[in-house]
Structures are given as C-alpha cells and as structure tokens.
C-alpha cells in the first residue's frame, strides 16, 4: 500500500473525496469524506426501499390480480394500468383500428403479438391502487438514486478539482478578453 502515499492530490481525490485534501486542507477534507459516506449511505437506503416496494407491489399482486401467470415482466406494468385484460384487449384492439383501419386480420395479428398469455381480474378497487401507489413509489425511489449518485460522481469531480486549485502552487489563473466579455484561463500541470 506504499503506493498509494505517492499518489497526487488530485488523484486521491478522485479515489475518495477529501482524502487529497487532507494534505493541504484537513476541514475541507473532512466535509468532503462525511459527504461521500452520506451519500453512499442514502444511497444504499433508497435501495433498500426499492426492494421493499418491489416486493410489496408484487405481494400485492399474486395475492389480489387474480393472474394467471407472471412469466411476463409486462405483466407487472400491465397490471397497473388495467383493472382486467378484457380492458387491455380492447385498448389492444382501438390502437389496431387506427394503425390498420382498412386491415382486420393486420389488426388481429398486432392485438395477438401484442397480447400476455395471463388474464387477470383485481379482486377489488384498493388492492389495484395500493398497486399502483407502490409502482409509483418504486419509480420515485429510481428517480432519487439516479440524483444521489449524480451527487456522488459531483462529488468525486469538485474534490479533485479543488485538489487541483488549492493544493497545488503550480496553478495559473489569468482573464483574458473575448468578443463579448471576458474569458477565465486556468493553467497548470497537473
């Protein structure tokens, strides 16, 4: 691990946020490490509540669909947008209208290539939104770990840079005129 003592500011700052810091700036580094534990903390939270939405939803759904089969994973999707295939079928069969309107057996053939082999019925109206409220939350969890893990990549990236600006004298900044304004230059080796 002797190695690892020789590397740059920076590039221990792209390994772990704040470890660079700790040769020129321990308080940064310290917020920048915390922030990285939190993140990855937070992160692996909302993974956890996924799963547990996931399992709830499909709890859900073999106890209240009525499903034949879940070999599908549209069947999953399918189950929270209908109350029961007859309503998907006949949604199956209004698109194939449009699409082939001079056409019935393209129309049979899109509804049959596009049809599950499972039927379903929901036993009742609140096991269908509980469903769909835990489909959505499943969705809502995906959204906020993309955002954290945009924050930790964020992270790894404002630390090395201010590795790079901080904890090096080999760094030049000059302004420079453009059309328009001014330019900011920075130099340096890195």
Do not use: C
Not at 140 to 166: D, P, T, W
Request: charged share 20%; proline share 3%.
């Amino acid at each position: 691990m002797i190695w690892l003592i020789a590397l740059s500011p920076i590039v221990r700052s792209l390994i772990l946020p704040g470890w660079g810091q700790m040769d020129f700036d321990r308080r940064t580094g310290i917020v920048m490490m915390a922030a990285e534990i939190s993140g990855w903390g937070y992160y692996f939270l909302l993974n956890r509540q996924q799963m547990d939405a996931r399992q709830t939803y499909m709890s859900i759904a073999y106890e209240h669909s009525g499903a034949t089969s879940f070999s599908d994973e549209r069947i999953f999707g399918l189950l929270e947008d209908y109350f029961m295939k007859d309503f998907y079928i006949m949604d199956l069969y209004a698109e194939a209208r449009v699409l082939y309107p001079d056409d019935p057996e393209a129309r049979e053939r899109y509804v049959q290539l596009n049809s599950v082999d499972a039927d379903w019925e929901w036993d009742s109206v609140s096991a269908f939104y509980r469903y769909q409220d835990y489909r959505i939350k499943e969705r809502q969890i995906v959204s906020q770990k993309a955002i954290v893990g945009f924050v930790i990549f964020s992270n790894h990236i404002i630390s090395a840079l201010h590795a790079y600006m901080f904890g090096s004298s080999r760094i030049n900044v000059s302004l420079y005129p453009v059309r328009g304004g001014v330019g900011l230059a920075l130099k340096g080796r890195f």
